[in-house]
Every structure is written in structure tokens, then in C-alpha cells.
């Protein structure tokens, strides 16, 4: 059975920094791009960035560019999510995803999910 299991969320000022893990099992996960996802209060789930299987190639959607970033052990079947300068706007519960082979931006082409971790930016 497959699982992805998030940590590291909480309650940070603006500015201040969080790291996320995401910690795989069930899965070869060398064979999985890793996504990281964000729903906000009252808005769509929406892509916040992805890595390749092997490569270490990332993509991020604009908003947190230069801000966070994605990277993954796969010897820890773990995918780590690094925010810096957070901001209020980025308030929401972050998911990881995995998707079979290929980085993706979009939710439906995710295989798997975790259950979220919940950040808060807040001062």
C-alpha cells in the first residue's frame, strides 16, 4: 500500500522559514516525479513546484520562485519542500503528490497523495 506522509508544517511569521518533508513507502520511489501542491482557504488546490524521478530537474510556478525550493533524497524515499521569506499569502495545507515517471503541473495526472501538513504565516 502506498503512502506519502507529510511534516514539518506549523505556525511561522512573515519572513520566517519552514522546511516540509514528504516521506514515501510502497513505492519504488526513484521512479516517481515528486510534486508539491498548496490549497488556501477558500481557493483550488493549486502546483507549487515538482522534481524529476533521477535528474534532480525542478519547475516552480512563479509565485515562489527564488523563494522555495524542492529537492528529494531518494535513498530516504523523501521529498523536501524549503520556503523561505514566507509571505501570509502562502497560508495554506500543502500536499505532495507522485506521479509515475514524468514532472507535472497538473493535479489529475498525480498518482498518489498525502494527507497535508498545514502552514500557517502569521504574525
Known amino acids: 500500500q502506498v503512502q506519502l506522509v507529510e511534516s514539518g508544517g506549523g505556525l511561522v511569521q512573515p519572513g520566517g522559514s519552514l522546511r516540509l518533508s514528504c516521506v514515501a513507502s510502497g513505492l519504488t520511489f526513484s521512479l516517481y516525479a515528486m510534486g508539491w501542491f498548496r490549497q488556501g482557504p477558500g481557493k483550488e488546490r493549486e502546483f507549487v513546484a515538482t522534481?524529476?524521478?533521477?535528474?534532480?530537474?525542478?519547475y516552480y510556478t512563479n509565485s515562489v520562485k527564488g523563494r522555495f525550493t524542492i529537492s528529494r533524497d531518494n535513498a530516504k524515499n523523501t521529498v523536501y519542500l524549503q520556503m523561505n521569506s514566507l509571505k501570509p499569502e502562502d497560508t495554506a495545507i500543502y500536499y505532495c503528490?507522485?506521479?509515475?515517471?514524468?514532472?507535472?503541473?497538473?493535479?489529475?495526472?498525480?498518482?498518489?497523495w498525502g494527507q497535508g501538513t498545514q502552514v500557517i504565516v502569521s504574525s
Open positions: 503528490g507522485a506521479n509515475y515517471r514524468y514532472m507535472s503541473r497538473t493535479e489529475g495526472e498525480y498518482d498518489y
Open positions: 522534481i524529476d524521478p533521477t535528474h534532480n530537474l525542478t
